[in-house]
């Protein structure tokens, strides 16, 4: 039997790498079905092994545990199709778990690593401080901050306009709006002209 190939990068491994004997699991499970639509062969319980071989230990158990494995719900034995499918479903979820615990122990140890390294230059004073960091940002990002806009120039709106080919003509024709009310909303939505008022 050829074994199970090394898992890729980012992928989650399901399957054990060095497959093992598992008849005596075959055989309990098999024993768990008194009743069966046909007789099981001698080739069937060792394909039921050796499928059983590809997974941990822990997962071929919960598969085979007369009180909430596989026989609790099935009413006859199952066929390798169904054997591998609730193993794989159980080992997918160990996997997903492990992954999530993996995942959280990385982020302990980034964190912990951060907490380090802020003490760290705290203590030898090569962390800047909060007014530092302040005085870095430009002034329309720092908290509060005051400064000048420019004074509109006409002159050069009109230019910018032109370069996306609207003419003077053009924005004289468009009729003025008056401001938007952001304290009334709702007078700022324009009503259309009545045909049947006089």
């Known amino acids: ?46 394909a039921m092994g050796e499928i059983m071989g590809l997974y941990p230990e822990n997962i071929i158990a919960a598969v085979c545990s007369p009180l909430y494995g596989i026989c609790t719900r099935y009413k006859y034995l199952p066929s390798l199709m169904e054997l591998k499918e609730e193993l794989e479903k159980l080992a997918q979820r160990d996997a997903e778990r492990e992954a999530i615990l993996k995942r959280r122990e990385r982020q302990f140890e980034e964190r912990s690593e951060r907490d380090e390294e802020i003490a760290r230059t705290r203590a030898d004073g090569t962390r800047p401080t909060y007014e530092e960091l302040v005085a870095k940002l430009p002034p329309s990002l720092r908290l509060g901050a005051v400064y000048d806009k420019p004074a509109f120039d006409p002159v050069k709106a009109m230019e910018e306009l032109a370069k996306v080919g609207i003419t003077k003509e053009i924005f004289d024709a468009i009729p003025n709006q008056k401001d938007y009310d952001w304290k009334k909303p709702a007078l700022n939505i324009q009503k259309e002209p009545n045909p049947f008022d006089p």
């Open 1 to 46: 039997m050829k074994p199970p190939e090394s898992p890729k990068p980012n992928e989650i491994s399901t399957t054990v790498l060095k497959p093992r004997n598992c008849a005596h699991w075959a055989d309990q499970l098999q024993r768990l079905f008194p009743q069966t639509e046909t007789p099981v062969t001698a080739e069937f319980i060792k």
